[in-house]
């Protein structure tokens, strides 16, 4: 459906954009993940022809869209703060679209068809309610968008946004206003919604857990690039390079006989405990543990039947905290460096014995303190090998 191909995109001497490719499906949803200032802002306006291209191409449904406007690409946007009309009522707003006539076609339409008639006021009516009931603000239709809270205010602005089916849309940063219990509820909601109504997005967003629920396919932006590109498991289990792992969360890396010891342990673990699945074959999705892609694939030859690194492996061993867990009955020791309190569990630092500094997780409401001498089982789950 959308083709991006090498595209560059200049500001004088800032390359923000370097020769950026993706490939979009119908349907799919595709997050654009990457720091503060990596450009992909840039690169969704780029898409919807905000931005002009210094080289590359943007194709959707086979045609180059050079000489497409804006307006005829049939995409909608979406962005942080929603940016709804403060002098309509939320029916207003979600029904905008709707009022214009419609050029470049939806979702169900090919791109080059002529403007269309917008609807009569009662079909519009009922598109409005039907949308406002998808987005799960039925009846809000009278209210001033004054009145709304954020979390509804996006809701309206993404009632709006599907309004008139786009073919894709573009989505930058939609839940990053909210606070985080809210953004976390309205991300489950907003991937229940594209999935219900088919449609395709593109997302950019700087936070891993956002992009994680809401895309099937993931992006790594860095510097204008994009680092990695493939299905949302696929990246979260197996991150390409040591900085798309730090910004998917993984935090502790190992190499040489400290991971060979960490992962031998996991092993241990792992056999000791039949019921849990084997390390080289999970794949399931978690919502926060990776798992560890060894020799099952074929792609590891150097990781051992045992689950271990075999010497003479320089691979680096990432880490997510989650990998660690303070547990006596746990086949690793340390000391505990310190310790805090996350959301529903303790973040521990640990200096484990024979293999040095990591990140570990302890029971929600343990006490621990700097100084004691803990247990660490290893997990395979939360574990990766980078290339
Ligand atoms: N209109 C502009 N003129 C000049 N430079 C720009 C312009 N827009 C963006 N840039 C620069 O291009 C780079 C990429 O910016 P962009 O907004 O795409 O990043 P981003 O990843 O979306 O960041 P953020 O998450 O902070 O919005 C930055 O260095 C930025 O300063």
Known sequence: MLSVDAVTVRFGDTVAVDAASLDLRHGQVLAVLGPSGCGKSTLLRAIAGLEELAAGSVRAEGRDLRDVPTHRRGFALMFQDGQLFRHLDVAGNVGYPLRLPRHGGSVREPLSQPAREPLSQPARADRVQELLETVGLPGYG????????????????????????????????????????LRERLAGDLRGILTATGTTALLVTHDHDEAFTLADRMALMFDGRIAQEGPTEEVWAAPATREVAEFIGFGTFLEAEPARRVMAAA?????????????????????????????????????????????????????????????????????????????????????????????????????????????????????????
């Open 267 to 387: 092993a241990q673990a792992s056999n000791a405990t039949p019921m849990r699945p084997d390390v080289r074959d999970v794949s399931a999705r978690t919502s926060h543990g990776a798992h560890l892609v060894a020799s099952g694939s074929g792609s590891s030859p150097t990781v051992g039947h045992d689950g271990a690194l075999l010497p003479g492996d320089e691979r680096v061993l990432a880490l997510r905290r989650s990998a660690l867990r303070v547990d006596p009955a746990g086949s690793l020791e340390g000391t505990v460096v310190a310790a805090g309190a996350v959301s529903d569990a303790v973040r521990v630092e640990l200096d484990l014995d024979g293999i040095g500094a990591v990140e570990a997780l302890g029971d929600q409401g343990s006490t621990l303190r700097p100084g004691d001498r803990v247990r660490v089982r290893a997990d395979g789950a939360g574990m990766a090998l980078l290339p």
């Open 142 to 181: 009278s209210r001033e968008v004054s009145t709304l809270s954020g979390g509804e205010q996006q809701r309206v602005a993404l009632a709006r946004a599907l309004a008139a089916e786009p073919r894709l849309l573009l989505l930058d940063e939609p839940l990053s206003a909210l606070d985080r219990s």
